[in-house]
Nanobody, 125 residues
Framework: AVQLAESGGGSVQAGGSLRLSCAASVFSHNTGCLGWFRQAPGKEREGLATIGQDGVPNYIDDAKGRFTISKDNAKNTLYLQMNSLKPEDTAMYYC???????????????????WGRGTQVSVSS
């Protein structure tokens, strides 16, 4: 099993930035597609960005141009750089692993096997 631990959340004002980190117990070809998701109160968990073994990222439209997903294989760490934050970005943010290599996209939430416990992001206006 892959264990994941998110960090880097916090409270910022609109327009601010945060960098989330996700430390994994292991990165390997079995780790699969990696991704960042978020869940606001009363809403379903939604995918934001994914990155495959080849390093190619995919984003939902709301994240394009504002968020950047990246990974450091040497450190077994996944990152999400978030800029130009909006109040509607307020949510619990989760990293995930074990997603499908074939369909490594944010809306393929069901394919992810391993999940972290989340880190809270709060954006005030």
């Amino acid at each position: 099993a892959v264990q994941l631990a998110e960090s880097g959340g916090g409270s910022v004002q609109a327009g601010g930035s945060l960098r989330l980190s996700c430390a994994a117990s292991v990165f390997s070809h079995n780790t699969g597609c990696l991704g960042w998701f978020r869940q606001a109160p009363g809403k379903e968990r939604e995918g934001l960005a994914t990155i495959g073994q080849d390093g190619v990222p995919n984003y939902i439209d709301d994240a394009k141009g504002r968020f950047t997903i990246s990974k450091d294989n040497a450190k077994n760490t996944l990152y999400l750089q978030m800029n130009s934050l909006k109040p509607e970005d307020t949510a619990m943010y989760y990293c995930a692993a074990g997603g499908s290599w074939i369909d490594c996209v944010p809306n393929n939430r069901a394919s992810f096997t391993y999940w972290g416990r989340g880190t809270q992001v709060s954006v005030s206006s």
